[in-house]
DNA sequence: AGTTTATATTAAACATGTTTAACTAATAAA
DNA sequence: TTTATTAGTTAAACATGTTTAATATAAACT
């Protein structure tokens, strides 16, 4: 590596630690590009210039601490329980995660959640982890025979991610409500889902 | 009404027609607060003291529209159909309104979802009804016998209320998918939510 | 009617994300 | 080694949402 991009490389890392500390101790918005750079040591520009905008930053900031999240919660996926407990253990990982700083990610998900792919990479990318797992979860229920055969297991992710992004919003929405009663509400709507609420006639 | 109430409201009436025209014309970015108080003839502080923010303006830009949209399609609900379809005809009508202004409404919803209820009363009305409606119908479906009566109608209908954000953030950030295209996916998920993806040991 | 008070309006200032153009230093070319 | 070019950095300018303090005028009061 040169020594101009080690430098640039450097400058970069001592922007994205004063973000991480400036946004995890004050939120988004009370945390100017201003305040970064002088924190970094660096003018407001160089942050721009090295994360074209503040929204990017931010992805860049909390990005470690998501795929870290994603990573463990992979990792500690019980084997043994049934599924609604399986789907729930990563989407309460996900919960505490957010719960540390539910302003911080709130301000993340709003930038970037809709946003077409190419602008926001890393979220993008965690998502579409989430949801290929999601979708392997399914598959594997049907390995074992407690699945649907004739369930399509991409729509199937879409409809898990979409009612965990249901109760996302209502963590983000209602600070009076905690992580446990978020996931609650989230148990019991995947539940249905998994069961079906319609009466079936054989 | 006094005759300084009177010439409130006028302004008032002034800058929400020019911000109408603006935001459809040119979005939200692209419109600032300097051009619509020029096109309404105001100053630009008038129109921080009569809406707050830009944001709060937005919401009361569209909400007109939207709640137009809302009671039209729960008058053109059809009763005879079934209910995935009666769900569907929900959900295709706004589909069909936010695709008219995809990035304007994107703004919209963006800047309302994530907000506790107090702050972005409009929208919070509208998705109150909505919910409501939702578990009319699902109240509705037990009544006639094609619901479990067992199902909790409030989850149920924040289940299909997930769903429907689950697609509708699919609208926002796939420009290449039609309102068509996302109405089917949503279809096959909320089918899905219905008859259930697990297999039930009688 | 004259005076006081409340309020709608606005000009000017401010804060902050972003852009532009200039500067500096490292690398490549001669 | 000297020169030319490329690229990282930054100061200054800009654009725009918002706040503040001043102004004007309608309503309330005496």
């Known amino acids: 590596m040169n020594r101009r991009e080690a430098s640039k490389n450097?400058?970069?890392?001592?922007?994205?630690?004063?973000?991480?500390?400036?946004?995890?101790?004050?939120?988004?918005?009370?945390?100017?590009?201003?305040?970064?750079?002088?924190?970094?040591?660096?003018?407001?520009?160089?942050?721009?210039?090295?994360?074209?905008?503040?929204t990017?930053?931010?992805?860049?900031?909390?990005?470690?601490?998501?795929e870290t999240a994603l990573s463990e919660l992979a990792a500690s996926m019980p084997e043994d329980l049934e599924l609604l407990d399986r789907l729930m253990h990563l989407a309460k990982g996900f919960f505490r995660l957010y719960d540390q700083n539910r302003k911080l990610y709130r301000a993340l998900i709003?930038?970037?959640?809709?946003?077409?792919?190419?602008?926001?990479?890393?979220?993008?990318?965690?998502?579409?982890?989430y949801l290929r797992f999601l979708s392997g979860l399914v598959e594997e229920g049907q390995a074992r025979g407690i699945i649907k055969p004739e369930v399509d297991t991409t729509i199937?992710?879409?409809?898990?991610?979409s009612?965990?992004?249901?109760?996302?919003?209502?963590?983000?929405?209602?600070?009076?409500?905690?992580?446990?009663?978020?996931?609650?509400?989230?148990?019991a709507m995947t539940d249905q889902y998994l069961k079906g609420i319609a009466i079936i006639e054989p």
Do not use: C, W
């Open 163 to 187: 009612l965990y992004l249901g109760a996302l919003i209502m963590l983000f929405r209602r600070p009076d409500m905690t992580v446990e009663q978020v996931a609650e509400t989230l148990a």
């Open 110 to 129: 709003r930038h970037t959640i809709f946003e077409p792919a190419g602008e926001t990479p890393h979220i993008t990318k965690v998502s579409e982890l």
């Open 56 to 66: 990017a930053l931010l992805e860049e900031a909390l990005n470690r601490d998501i």
């Open 156 to 161: 199937a992710a879409g409809s898990i991610f």
């Open 10 to 54: 450097e400058t970069r890392q001592l922007i994205l630690r004063a973000a991480r500390r400036l946004f995890a101790q004050k939120g988004m918005e009370e945390s100017t590009i201003r305040d970064i750079a002088r924190e970094a040591g660096v003018s407001p520009a160089s942050v721009v210039v090295h994360f074209k905008s503040k």
